[in-house]
């Protein structure tokens, strides 16, 4: 099926499965432990071997020697796999760096050998004797410094630089400007489940049991690094314990988990340790970004400049932080640039809304410098400069554009206008109090996306597909999806996820993936339908389906009938025409915070937030709020506290683990609202739903970080905002 007009009226419409805030049907299984993740598939792959990753001890250079002897003779070796023996190896496709280094070191530990033995103790000590002499060589390390080496990096989705306008003419003569300067450090996904997999050959056939949020790209890549076709390649991920994008690829773990278990001829298990996570995966790159704003002074936006500096290994991709910048805010005269510099350490890549994330953490704090320049509030400075079209190319409108909504319905529901807009004025004891406000944006992305349904003689409707769930819901809303289609209720439904044996799906990445892989679902119900009414000799646009029933023309016929004579297949795949061409698709939102700062000590301290949502029909409005909820904490974790600190000296994250790398824990979370606004979007999909997943993250650290210099007067503008960057100028206690 071809999603090529906009939507009307369809089954989805009926509402009584779709919309209602429904129990995760895998609530059960996650609640009491049975849920099999990766590295617990112990049934179906027994007597599994344990791998030990080593991974590289440099961050840039060559492996001079490599001595295994000593690994191969110790208690339960059963191999050590190093790319000197496992033959020549291709690279996935959404790979930077190789999975399987040798001789040459492209990041800190990278994988150099894997150690196979009989227990984990027994593989993790023998990766110890591992003796390896490298010849280093001297890399970079620090964005700031390779910065005026950046160059304009090569781009498959979106140009690195656009303008309109005349941006230097109108900034030089705007009456009212803003030239500031922002930094978002490293960062990472620091997921509860590590990169796990184990893998089992079957003669030459492989299965992989792993985690990761992309079946289709993993399946790939895997028979791709491997050298071997596709059919022989099986890649299963039924539940996934988190991933945030740093398990959209192919990784390490799954290649040599694959790799040793050809070797030994048995099961290999290989889990990553946290360090190993933390610099042989993937994060967030470091920003640095300019932004100059010019208005007049009524407030009306004149010009606007977003420039963006991120670094990568060779080869990678910039963090695309001013694409919001671009569709955002109103303005004639606009410019956005993207630099790559060149970068030794590991590789960068997407991160839980990748892009608009940290370039909202500086656009939003800009926003409200701007504001206060202006003495404007800064919901109403927002608010006059809205657009309903492209700002680029203003002959293109967005499908929806509720951002106004958004904001005056959080600045209501939050109580904004008790807000003191002199900042340092508001004390609760010995606490400074501020509020702060940011917009949320996202575009809407979709992606193709393919479902099998079987319908049985008992009328039990099974969908399978290649989607994943990574904690988000999926199972649940792929549920509704085919009862609301097939007119039965949710246990009527079998959900099979994470199967590369089951049609591709979206995947689950970018906020598309709900959107997208009901959507795939819904194409595959349609055919169902028709395979139904046919067998029923039923009027196909005539028919009804509710209730276990199909009703047409008089006739009520129970839907199982259908299946008398067996089981019904049906199999379809939604995909998009040029809709995203003539309409801007994005999501929006308002972020509001109120924050308490420690006079004595500069201690910040979140007390509530705020988040409401236009993004399109929400599914299941209960697991919706989860991921809102869930993307605030991160947010509130980039405000204030996490940075992975890179070693100068040696290229490597020192803070690899979660005692270093401070996260969001249950005290540093407070009470927490979300409101979806009452919102369908044709243009999207046949859900007419979007993404809200990343909507949540967008926007909230600058909300923080606006509310800190509501409280203290402070403006920090290199994240995190930690008490030691705003102590000395806390305003004096009285």
């Known amino acids: 099926m071809k999603f090529t007009t906009p939507a009307t009226t369809n089954p989805i419409d009926q509402l009584k499965v779709i919309g209602k805030p429904t129990d995760r049907i895998d609530g059960a299984l996650k609640t009491t432990g049975t849920a099999p993740y990766a590295y617990e598939q112990n049934k179906v792959a027994p007597n599994a071997a344990y791998g030990h990753v080593v991974g590289a001890a440099i961050a840039k250079g060559r492996i001079a020697s490599m001595d295994t002897s000593e690994a191969r003779r110790a208690p339960g070796v059963l191999a050590v796999i190093t790319a000197d023996n496992v033959g020549k190896l291709g690279k996935g496709s959404k790979n930077t760096a190789?999975?399987?280094?040798?001789?040459?070191?492209?990041?800190?530990?990278?994988?150099?050998?894997?150690?196979?033995?009989e227990t984990f103790e027994q593989a993790r000590a023998a990766g110890q004797l591992v003796r390896v002499k490298y010849a280093a060589e001297k890399g970079e390390y620090s964005l700031e410094k390779a910065k005026g080496s950046a160059t304009k990096p090569k781009s498959e989705d979106s140009p690195p630089d656009s303008k309109a306008g005349d941006f230097a003419g109108?900034?030089?003569s705007a009456p009212v400007k803003l030239d500031a300067t922002y930094t978002t450090p490293d960062q990472s996904h620091a997921m509860m489940e590590p990169h796990a997999s184990i893998a089992a050959w079957d003669g030459d056939k492989l299965t992989v049991w792993t985690s990761n949020q992309m079946i289709g790209w993993g399946h790939d890549d895997l028979a791709r690094t491997l050298n071997i076709p596709k059919d022989r390649v099986r890649?299963?991920?039924?539940?996934?314990?988190?991933?945030?994008?740093?398990?959209?690829?192919?990784?390490?773990?799954?290649?040599l988990a694959s790799l040793g278990a050809w070797a030994v001829k048995r099961p290999v298990k290989v889990a990553l340790t946290r360090p190993m996570m933390f610099n042989n995966t993937t994060h967030r790159p470091a920003?640095?970004?300019?932004?100059?704003?010019?208005?007049?002074?009524?407030?009306?936006?004149?010009?606007?400049?977003?420039?963006?500096?991120?670094?990568?290994?060779?080869?990678?991709?910039?963090?695309?932080?001013?694409?919001?910048?671009?569709?955002?805010?109103?303005?004639?005269?606009?410019?956005?640039?993207?630099?790559?510099?060149v970068l030794d350490l590991p590789e960068g890549n997407a991160m839980r809304a990748p892009g608009e994330a940290p370039g909202l953490m500086a656009l939003e704090i800009a926003i409200d410098e701007m504001a206060e320049k202006l003495n404007m509030d800064p919901v109403a400075f927002r608010v006059i400069n809205d657009t309903q079209v492209d700002p680029e190319k203003p002959d293109r409108p967005f499908s929806q554009r509720r951002l106004i909504q958004c904001m005056r319905t959080g600045a209501e529901k939050f109580g904004w206008n008790a807000r003191n807009p002199k900042p340092a004025q508001v004390r609760d004891g010995r606490w400074l109090i501020g509020y702060g406000v940011a917009a949320a944006f996202r575009n809407n992305l979709v992606m193709k996306?393919?479902?099998?349904?079987?319908?049985?003689?008992?009328?039990?409707?099974?969908?399978?597909?290649?989607?994943?769930?990574?904690?988000?819901?999926?199972?649940?809303?792929?549920?509704?999806?085919?009862?609301?289609?097939?007119?039965?209720?949710l246990d009527k439904v079998v959900v099979k996820l994470g199967d590369s044996n089951f049609p591709v799906s979206a995947g689950s990445g970018?906020?598309?993936?709900?959107?997208?892989?009901?959507?795939?679902?819904?194409?595959?119900?349609?055919?169902?339908?028709?395979?139904?009414?046919?067998?029923?000799?039923?009027?196909?646009?005539?028919?009804?389906?509710?209730?276990?029933?199909?009703?047409?023309?008089?006739?009520?016929?129970?839907?199982?009938?259908?299946?008398?004579?067996?089981?019904?297949?049906?199999?379809?795949?939604?995909?998009?025409?040029?809709?995203?061409?003539?309409?801007?698709?994005?999501?929006?939102?308002?972020?509001?915070?109120?924050?308490?700062?420690?006079?004595?000590?500069?201690?910040?301290?979140?007390?509530?937030?705020?988040?409401v949502c236009a993004a399109g029909r929400i599914l299941n409005p209960k697991s919706a709020r989860s991921q809102v909820?869930?993307?605030?904490?991160?947010?509130?974790?980039?405000?204030?506290?996490?940075?992975?600190?890179v070693d100068q000296r040696y290229g490597y994250f020192v803070n690899h683990d979660l005692a270093g790398y401070e996260v969001p824990v249950?005290?540093?979370?407070?009470?927490?609202?979300?409101?979806?606004?009452?919102?369908?979007?044709?243009?999207?999909?046949?859900?007419?739903?979007?993404?809200?997943?990343?909507?949540?993250?967008?926007?909230?650290?600058?909300?923080?970080?606006?509310?800190?210099?509501?409280?203290t007067g402070v403006r920090v503008r290199e994240y995190p905002v930690t008490l030691d960057k705003h102590l000395e100028k806390l305003p004096a206690l009285v």
């Open 98 to 117: 190789k999975l399987l280094a040798g001789p040459d070191i492209e990041h800190y530990h990278q994988a150099i050998a894997l150690v196979v033995a």
């Open 170 to 172: 109108a900034f030089a």
């Open 235 to 255: 890649m299963v991920s039924p539940f996934i314990g988190g991933g945030f994008g740093g398990k959209l690829f192919l990784r390490t773990e799954a290649l």
């Open 287 to 341: 920003t640095i970004q300019r932004i100059r704003i010019g208005a007049n002074r009524n407030g009306k936006i004149t010009a606007i400049g977003h420039e963006s500096w991120s670094g990568d290994l060779p080869g990678g991709q910039p963090e695309t932080a001013v694409m919001q910048t671009r569709l955002l805010y109103a303005g004639a005269n606009r410019m956005t640039k993207m630099r790559l510099a």
């Open 449 to 489: 996306s393919a479902a099998r349904i079987r319908l049985d003689r008992n009328g039990v409707v099974t969908v399978e597909t290649d989607m994943t769930d990574i904690g988000t819901g999926s199972y649940t809303i792929i549920a509704q999806t085919a009862a609301e289609m097939m007119g039965v209720g």
């Open 510 to 611: 970018g906020q598309w993936g709900g959107n997208s892989s009901t959507a795939g679902v819904y194409a595959a119900c349609m055919k169902m339908r028709e395979a139904v009414t046919r067998q029923l000799g039923m009027d196909t646009a005539a028919s009804e389906f509710s209730g276990g029933m199909v009703r047409a023309g008089g006739q009520s016929v129970p839907l199982a009938q259908a299946a008398e004579g067996g089981e019904l297949v049906a199999e379809d795949h939604m995909e998009y025409g040029d809709l995203d061409k003539k309409y801007q698709q994005s999501t929006f939102g308002a972020h509001f915070v109120e924050v308490a700062v420690d006079a004595a000590t500069g201690e910040t301290r979140v007390r509530r937030m705020l988040a």
């Open 629 to 645: 909820i869930g993307a605030m904490t991160m947010g509130l974790g980039a405000a204030l506290m996490e940075d992975l600190v």
């Open 666 to 711: 249950h005290a540093d979370v407070p009470h927490q609202d979300v409101i979806f606004l009452d919102e369908t979007d044709p243009i999207s999909s046949p859900m007419k739903a979007k993404g809200v997943g990343e909507l949540g993250i967008c926007g909230v650290a600058a909300a923080i970080a606006n509310a800190v210099y509501n409280a």
